[in-house]
């Protein structure tokens, strides 16, 4: 987010002014007095309890992790002060008692600049599906173990981070809208990861797999299947984020030459020498190196 100038502050103090947050109005004219927002964070977030991060006198971030979902999400979306609010973090704990924070999204919609939206949660496995039209204007999301993915169509995001997915959900994936989407991660528990093509992710160039890091004795032909993947076909650059254990690196032996039709791959630095002069040799300057 650029810099709110000082005309901006001072037009948003008094915008919060007349909608009665004097205290929001407190913080936009002492915008590094850490009392004043630290009160305010106690007067408009006594559930939530969030992590706020400030930028020039408005909250840019906001991280929130609770059981109560959907009372704190309530308390977010109603808080005047969010018209500067760039990136919400917001994750429920698994407790027992977990409420549900999508239904209030779905009602309200996100403080009307966000752009960065991150749903971990944990005990909640909601139908997504009624609240994309809320997020037309997301260029950055992350979700996490969702019941279903439903049909996505997010016309301004330009990087999807996916946790936790299993094979129902990688179908639903397939029917997804992002015509503006150029990274897919995804982090899967799939010892072999079957992804389906993105027809209408046109512009996707670059996808990031989290694998699990040990492979599992019946698993033998995960490379096999890994590579067959009608998604690994679709991009010209792969990361792949894990590490692998031993048997992973060994059993990649005999698919190195899958990695050559990309433009660029990037791995950890293997620890099975072999490997490592196989990939060089082959993929030269194509290989890139995680730190």
């Given at each position: ?6 005309e ?17 109005q ?5 915008p ?5 927002r ?30 109560l ?115 897919l ?107």
């Open positions: 987010m650029a810099a709110v100038t000082p901006e502050l001072a037009v948003w103090g008094d915008e919060l002014l007349e909608l009665g947050d004097s205290p929001g407190l913080v936009v004219d002492r590094r007095d850490d009392a004043f630290e009160a305010y964070e106690r007067q408009y977030f006594p559930i939530s309890r969030p992590k706020c991060t400030w930028r020039y006198g408005v909250i840019h971030r906001l991280k929130v992790t609770t059981s979902g959907r009372e704190a999400m309530e308390e977010i979306v109603a808080c005047p002060a969010m018209k500067f609010l760039h990136e919400l973090v917001f994750q429920t704990d698994g407790a027992e008692d977990v409420t549900d924070p999508i239904p209030v999204l779905i009602t309200h919609g996100l403080p009307e600049r966000v752009r960065d939206l991150a749903l971990s949660l944990s005990g909640l496995y909601p139908d997504l599906g009624d609240l994309y039209p809320r997020l037309a204007k997301l260029e950055r999301f992350t979700v996490s173990n969702p019941n279903r993915l439903g049909v996505m169509h997010l016309p301004a995001l330009k990087w999807l981070r996916l946790v936790g997915f299993q094979r129902p959900a990688f179908e639903e994936l397939a029917l997804a809208k992002l015509p503006l989407v150029e990274t991660e995804v982090w899967t528990g799939d010892e072999a990861f079957v992804g389906p093509a993105l027809p209408y992710a046109t512009q996707l160039t670059k996808l990031v797999v989290n694998l699990p890091t040990a492979l599992s004795p019946n698993a033998p032909n995960q490379w096999e299947t890994f590579f067959s993947s009608p998604l690994l076909k679709q991009v010209p650059h792969l990361e792949i984020l894990s590490s692998l254990d031993y048997m992973r690196e060994r059993l990649l032996l005999t698919h190195v030459s899958e990695l050559t039709r990309y433009e660029s791959v990037t791995m950890h630095r293997p620890s099975l020498a072999e490997l490592h002069d196989k990939l060089w040799g082959m993929l030269g300057k194509k290989i890139r190196w995680q730190p």
